[in-house]
């Protein structure tokens, strides 16, 4: 399937830039995380014990931005990540978009994930919640996902990829619009069984192994908003509307089993 090529080449773009990230040591200062409790942060403020944001970098040749520490905001209780031009490309990595990405510092093990969101609704664009761990933390690239394509946010698309290999996507019709208001989306991560994704407290997907090997290492929380370029088959094009956008996330949870 077109979609299934076109994300896996968004994923080796990001396993491309965590080993980016460990030579020039921003990585290697965390490569050695620790293995992270339970939490529930509410997102009223920068946490710097638990997250940091990522800055001055970009994610590949897919992702047409750059990011910045300045584009993750918060206010009135929630976390904004915020997509526009402003002073790109200069300042965007030598991108025309800006962009926030929000990563935990510890690497968490097996659990339920879960995020109140809103995404953001502009064809081009995903607003994700995920897990994610590669080189940069001397570990084999597994990732669990949860996606809103901009282009129809309708729809969620759940992925897995387990050292390297994806192809497990799945679109799932929420029922509402996820740009109109919050909504909460979870995942269990199961060892040695299954993942089931979870919308509202509702299950809506499994896998359990039967279409490839399940992630085994542990993983970093991660949070982000990006425009796509030469992925239009997948995302559709993107137009910047002329006026930021913001994807916002009210609260997030990890419950260690």
């Not at 050695?32 to 970098?57: C, E």
């Not at 009135?76 to 200069?90: I, S």
């Not at 690239?141 to 990829?161: H, P, R, S």
């Not at 029922?175 to 919308?199: L, M, P, Q, R």
């Amino acid at each position: 399937m077109l979609m299934t090529r076109h994300r896996t080449l968004v994923g080796l773009a990001l396993a491309t830039l965590a080993f980016a990230t460990t030579l020039v040591g921003i990585g290697a200062q965390r490569a050695d995380a620790a293995i992270g409790p339970s939490f529930v942060d509410n997102l009223n403020s920068f946490d710097t014990g638990r997250w940091h944001k990522a800055d001055g970098y970009s994610n590949g040749s897919m992702f047409n931005t750059g990011w910045r520490a300045d584009h993750v905001t918060f206010s009135g209780g929630t976390m904004g990540l915020n997509l526009d031009n402003a002073n790109c490309p200069g300042s965007c990595s030598g991108k025309p978009y800006a962009s926030g990405e929000y990563r935990t510092n510890d690497l968490f093990s097996y659990g339920r994930f879960e995020a109140r969101l809103k995404a953001v609704k502009n064809p081009g664009t995903v607003t994700s919640f995920f897990t994610y761990t590669g080189p940069s933390d001397n570990q084999p690239w597994d990732e669990i996902d949860v996606e809103i394509l901009g282009k129809n946010t309708t729809q969620m698309q759940t992925n897995y990829f387990t050292n390297g290999a994806g192809g497990h996507e799945t679109i799932i019709n929420l029922g509402f619009d996820a740009s109109a208001g919050y909504h909460d989306y979870a995942f269990e991560w199961w060892k040695g069984g299954t993942i089931n994704w979870f919308v509202d407290g509702r299950l809506v997907h499994q896998e359990n192994g039967s279409r490839g090997p399940l992630p085994t290492h542990p993983q970093r929380v991660m949070m982000n908003l990006w425009p796509g370029i030469g992925v239009d088959s997948w995302l559709q094009p993107f137009t910047y509307p002329g006026r930021r956008l913001t994807a916002s996330y009210d609260w997030v949870k990890y419950t260690k089993y």
